[in-house]
């Protein structure tokens, strides 16, 4: 932030506790951040319970405030004009590896201070002061489609909004092997972090879960931070008995027309959960609809269904945003689907992962170093196409047919495709 310096300062922080000195700078930062999503000025109960969740994940909190006094009626210059805040989680990479990655979530520059840098200021110290940790990779969901790609973020999932039709042509091909039951939505609380723990571990692109979706799966906290009685639930046991799935849904109420209920939360750990809670939601009397927002694109319902029209989809979207801070680190951390040998040359516009580099895998395993100078590459591309490719979510092909690839030795996009593919489709399941 080099050209704002001299009017601005930045502070990093942890969420306060109720009752302690720094309580009013967390609460300025928490409103700032709902000013710049246009959300609700947020209740007292809502900071206080935002607060505590960060402390769980042990967010680190940045506020960029402006010097001096505000002007008189203004915002007090003690609430931040840009907000950033960042976790670490872990991201499985495919065939259960798991890769702990930098998060950056609640991005917010206030309009009277937009474009002047203090977003680049702020995400290019954190990926170099992540890169500076050891971690090689960074991710995001974005707001907004045009943003982070010159950030060197590449999309890695995507996601779909879905309208099943529940009326009588709803049927699945499937046999139920286990049963489910309705519940308090209260046992998410403790249940919900045990079956999504399950659906991390065999799930690529899925992002270990803020403290935040067991109270929204659980009704605890709804939009508004208070308690959200709509919320229902169901579980889903498989034939041992144990709960291996649930979803967590409202009813839209009789004045929404078909009569819809809304998906909060669907974790299945298995595929059976997956497909029978499906038929369970399909099976509620007097619904005629069900919504959800987070659908994969890759659905297995689609395929389950008798009559896969019932599935109405629309904006599919970029969902997880990946961003490779250590090439050689993030490349030999994947399990790789084919044995081959590519020489990568990696394009940076801020350096982190520039550079040639020699994938080589082998069983599985793979070998990345240096490429000797004057070594020609297989493939040309930027941080952020491997950042897509690394989940194995679009074909390189196709990059290269967008003209995202430049291709040097013939078949390599296919062969890197081939490679990077991993077990099952990726799908994050956690906004954050
Ligand atoms: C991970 C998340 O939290 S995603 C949420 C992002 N936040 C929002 O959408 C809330 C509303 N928007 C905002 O608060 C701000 O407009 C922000 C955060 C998106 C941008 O902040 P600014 O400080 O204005 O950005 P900054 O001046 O640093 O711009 C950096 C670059 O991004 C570009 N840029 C910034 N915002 C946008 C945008 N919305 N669309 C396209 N390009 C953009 C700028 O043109 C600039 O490009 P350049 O450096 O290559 O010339």
Known sequence: MADTKARYRVQQFRAAERETPDYGR????????????????????????????YRVDNRELTGVYVDGDAPAH??????????????????????????????????????????????????????????DEGLAMAALTASE????????????????????????????????????????????????????????????????RQEYYRHLASGAIGRDGLPDATVRCALHYDSAGTVDGYVAYRFKGWDTKPYTMEVVDLVAATDAAYLELWQYLGSIDLIERVTWEEAPVEDPLTWALQDPR????????????????????????????A???????????????????????????????????????????????LGSMYLGTVSPVTLSAAGRIREHTQGATFTAGRMFAVERPAHCLTHF
């Open 339 to 385: 044995d081959s040998r590519l020489v990568l040359e990696i394009k940076d516009a801020l350096g982190f992962a520039s550079g040639v580099w020699v994938l080589e895998s082998d069983g599985g395993a793979a070998a990345v170093a240096g490429a000797p100078a004057g070594t020609e590459p297989d493939l040309t591309l930027d941080v952020a196409d």
């Open 145 to 208: 489609g045009s943003i982070y790609g010159r950030f060197g973020f590449g999309v890695a999932t995507t996601e779909r909004s879905i309208a099943v039709d529940t009326g009588p042509r709803f049927r699945l091909r499937w046999e139920a092997t286990g049963t489910v039951e309705a519940a308090d939505a209260s046992v998410l609380l403790d249940l919900a972090p045990l079956v999504f723990a399950r659906v991390h571990r065999h799930t690529p692109g899925s992002i270990g």
């Open 310 to 337: 019932c599935i109405e989809s629309s904006a599919v979207r970029d969902m997880l945003w990946l961003r490779i801070l250590d090439a050689p680190a993030a490349l030999a951390a994947r399990r790789y689907s």
């Open 26 to 53: 967390s609460t300025a930062w928490v409103q700032a951040v709902g000013l710049g999503f246009h959300q609700q000025h947020r209740s007292d109960e809502y900071v206080e319970k935002a607060l505590s969740a």
């Open 74 to 131: 203004a915002l007090a210059a003690t609430v931040p004009v840009a907000t950033y805040a960042t976790m670490r989680k872990p991201l499985n990479i495919g065939y259960g590896r798991q890769l702990d990655s930098r998060l950056v979530t609640s991005v917010t520059v206030r309009g009277t201070h937009r474009r002047q840098g203090l977003l680049r200021g702020l995400i290019t110290a954190d990926l170099a002061a992540a890169k």
